[in-house]
């Protein structure tokens, strides 16, 4: 739905924006991001909500694993990819992954290039180029 999209979209500019700056991402605006797309699903599209759920705890889980034994992803950021997961499918929330995976990876090697001091960087202003990038393509594919 369309409206969840943009919805979505919003949300993430303001992690985005959020997380640059104080690279934290507060409990609250996810789960306000959260429950909002989940009560629209309530009242759109409840018979997906099962499915939906199984794909956001499966991704949380996966990253949480990759959190914990790395230490180099946050505890906002895979909540934050858990949320996705719920939000779009299975395959879209791998394709929105790694292309924020790619992107980081480009910005981290630019810094580093230009021997500027490497130091922690915000994912979800990443994660949310790979959603809208994502949602974009399936638009332009349709």
């Not at 992803?73 to 924020?100: M, P």
């Not at 810094?111 to 990038?133: C, D, E, M, T, V």
């Amino acid at each position: 739905m369309l409206v969840t999209k943009v919805f979505v979209l919003v949300y993430l500019l303001l992690i985005s924006i959020i997380d640059s700056k104080t690279l934290c991402i507060p409990n609250t605006i996810l789960l306000s991001l959260f429950s909002s797309v989940f009560f629209l699903d309530i009242k759109h599209a409840y018979y997906l909500i099962p499915s939906k759920l199984i794909t956001g705890i499966l991704f949380f889980l996966i990253f949480f694993g990759i959190a914990l034994f790395t230490k180099g992803l946050g505890y906002g950021d895979v909540k934050l990819i858990a949320i996705l997961g719920y939000c779009t499918s299975f395959f879209d929330t791998i394709i929105i992954g790694l292309i924020a995976s790619g992107i980081g990876l480009l910005y981290f090697l630019l810094k580093y290039i230009n021997k500027q001091k490497l130091q922690k960087i915000a994912f979800a202003p990443f994660l949310s180029i790979g959603y809208f990038l994502t949602e974009l393509f399936k638009r332009c594919l349709q």
